[in-house]
């Protein structure tokens, strides 16, 4: 089956520390792994995409096809990255369609 | 320019009633989709417009819903006789395109719908 699994609902740290959202997925295919953040009182956008291969506010994610795994990674978290990250997976390649979503982390960055 | 308008934000109704939630995507994005979000969940995708046909409608729960994009741009979502259980925010997304690139989703604030 497919599925999107994010452990932790809520992961605080404090300003400065590093930060590590976990996700693992499974997925019999090769899909496509995506974060998205939400931030307080705004819409969910895209924060970046395995394909991309992008650091995107000093975020990274590395695929992990051993593991099945797409950790969100910054070294130094700062208070304005606390917001709602949620891990997704889309089975076709280069589509943002049907993506399945895992269950979010709340992540609180404190000063 | 503007983003993805959902309309209304917020939508409570009694249990047995129908509701429509309205859509208006990006202009000129050929690809909408729909998903419902509960509490405490990630979104759940429902259906998946290319132009103005459903090109995937497999995450739709059964046929009390129903969605439609006559003129390939806003979409309504119909659920007939509301149960409580379809209590969600229920989000809308839109792309430039489905695949190929320029497949970016962005999405709506989302309509909170209540069933009494």
């Known amino acids: 089956a497919q599925r999107v699994t994010q452990p932790e609902k809520l992961l605080s740290v404090f300003k400065g520390a590093p930060v590590e959202l976990k996700c693992n997925y499974s997925y019999s295919g090769s899909p496509e792994l995506f974060w998205y953040v939400q931030y307080s009182r705004q819409r969910l956008q895209l924060l970046l995409r395995h394909i991309s291969r992008e650091s995107i506010k000093g975020f990274t994610a590395d695929l992990n096809k051993g593991e099945t795994s797409f950790h969100l990674k910054k070294p130094f978290a700062q208070e304005e990255d606390s917001a709602m990250y949620y891990c997704a997976l889309s089975g076709r390649m280069d589509s943002s369609y049907n993506l399945i979503f895992g269950s979010g982390t709340r992540l609180l960055v404190r000063p | 320019g503007a983003g993805v308008s959902q309309t209304p934000s917020n939508k409570v109704t009694e249990k047995g009633k129908y509701v429509e939630l309205r859509c208006d995507p990006i202009?000129?994005?050929?690809?909408l989709y729909w998903y419902r979000q509960s509490l405490g969940q990630g979104p759940e995708f429902l259906i998946y417009f290319q132009g103005t046909g459903a090109a995937d409608d497999s995450g739709l729960p059964n046929d009390r819903f129903f969605a439609v994009r006559p003129e390939g741009s806003v979409s309504t979502l119909k659920i007939q006789r509301t149960e409580r259980g379809d209590s969600a925010v229920y989000l809308c997304?839109?792309?430039?395109?489905?695949?190929?690139?320029?497949?970016?989703?962005?999405f709506g604030q989302g309509t909170r719908l209540t069933v009494v």
């Open positions: 202009s000129g994005h050929t690809a």
């Open positions: 997304a839109s792309s430039l395109s489905g695949r190929g690139g320029r497949t970016e989703a962005f």
